[in-house]
């Protein structure tokens, strides 16, 4: 049973950073690449960051362009998310989600595996 768990979500000022982290089990997971969305109240989910099954590519959504940075640890099964100059605009459920390709990753349907998400709110 593949299962999907983030952390790391939590409430920061403006200008602040979190560092979100996801572990996946049950699947191989270097087979897989990592995709970071996040869904705000009342829009629609978009993705965040991409990173590719072998560590070669990233990804990432304009608005978080040289804020978020996203990693991976093949050896621990985990993909992270480093979010700095963190801005109320930022503040989301962020997922997780595991996917064969980061090709076409923004609207998430080539991801297969989800998490339950981690909340990110920022205050201003």
């Known amino acids: 049973q593949v299962q999907v768990v983030e952390s790391g979500g939590g409430l920061v000022q403006a200008g602040g950073s979190l560092r979100l982290s996801c572990t996946a089990s049950?699947?191989?997971?270097?087979?897989?690449?990592m995709g970071w969305f996040r869904q705000a109240p009342g829009k629609e989910r978009e993705g965040v960051s991409c990173?590719?099954?072998?560590?070669?590519?990233?990804?990432?959504?304009?608005?978080?362009k040289g804020r978020f940075t996203i990693s991976r640890d093949n050896a621990k099964n985990t993909v992270y998310l480093q979010m700095n100059s963190l801005k109320p605009e930022d503040t989301a459920m962020d997922y997780c989600a595991a996917g064969f390709t980061c090709?076409?990753?923004?609207?998430?349907?080539?991801?297969?595996?989800w998490g339950q998400g981690t909340q990110v709110t920022v205050s201003s």
């Open positions: 049950g699947l191989t997971f270097d087979d897989y690449a």
């Open positions: 090709t076409d990753w923004t609207a998430g349907a080539n991801f297969g595996y």
């Open positions: 990173i590719s099954w072998n560590d070669i590519s990233t990804y990432y959504v304009h608005s978080v």
